[in-house]
């Protein structure tokens, strides 16, 4: 793994910055359920998932936290999460997904729960070239109200062999090669991209939470 950190999230936040400004024809997120019901913690379920990509669950699972702590918010351990389910009869995410927002409010504690579901995951082969692909849609909900407080999309293709994506293309490959080195999956450092371009994005990601300093600044839907 290289360890060239602050290349790579400099890429990073360019990256959100022109997903966003490529977004700015979208209406803005309406933020005024979410700063009634402001959580402090947030535990991630394990995504439902309709890719044929079996290990696409844990592998975006494993790619979630961090910009999610960096936005502001206790995460809970998501390897502690799951391993707490399976062993109280829960072996998949779907029936993870359906336990009620009561029980876990009661039992784990969080305040908001972020439910993923995949779309779309992995590498799509053709003749001279491949496309890696990472697509899924995100709602957070209020355990209390049981409401969707917030719901987004992470988005990121790369391709290779046919020399096109433009400039956000570009800047995709070039986030996934500070991340990857050449004996890890890129769709991994894909993930990562396209979670941090979903969970950062200033115009409709996530309101910086409780524990980010700058979220005072932060004046979406006040």
């Given amino acids: 793994m290289r360890q060239n950190k602050p290349v790579t999230l400099v890429l990073l936040m360019f990256l959100v910055l022109v997903v966003s400004g490529c977004a700015s ?4 997120h309406d933020y005024s359920a979410y700063r009634s019901h402001m959580p402090r913690s947030v535990l991630v379920m394990p995504p439902t998932n309709d890719s044929i990509e079996v290990g696409a669950p844990y592998v975006y699972l494993s790619t979630i936290t961090r910009p999610l702590a960096e936005a502001g918010y206790y995460v809970f351990p998501v390897a502690v999460v799951d391993n707490f389910m399976k062993q109280n009869g829960l072996p998949t995410p779907v029936e993870m997904n359906a336990v009620p927002l009561d029980k876990i409010r009661s039992i784990i504690g969080a305040d908001a729960v972020l ?3 995949i779309e779309d995951w992995g590498q799509k082969y053709k003749v001279i070239s491949s496309t890696t692909v990472v697509k899924a849609r995100a709602k957070l909900v209020d355990v209390v109200t049981g409401s969707t407080i917030w719901e987004g999309t992470a988005q990121a293709a790369e ?26 999956d890129r769709v991994h450092g894909l993930s990562s991209v396209a979670n941090h371009g979903m969970v950062l994005n ?21």
């Fill in 25 to 28: 024809t979208q209406q803005p």
């Fill in 115 to 117: 439910y993923i579901h």
């Fill in 159 to 184: 391709g290779s062999g046919d020399g096109g994506g433009g400039l956000i293309g570009m800047v995709v490959a070039a986030a996934v090669d500070q991340i990857v080195d050449s004996s890890t």
């Fill in 202 to 222: 200033t115009r409709n990601g996530l309101l910086l939470g409780p524990y980010n300093p700058e979220a005072v600044a932060d004046t979406r839907g006040r």
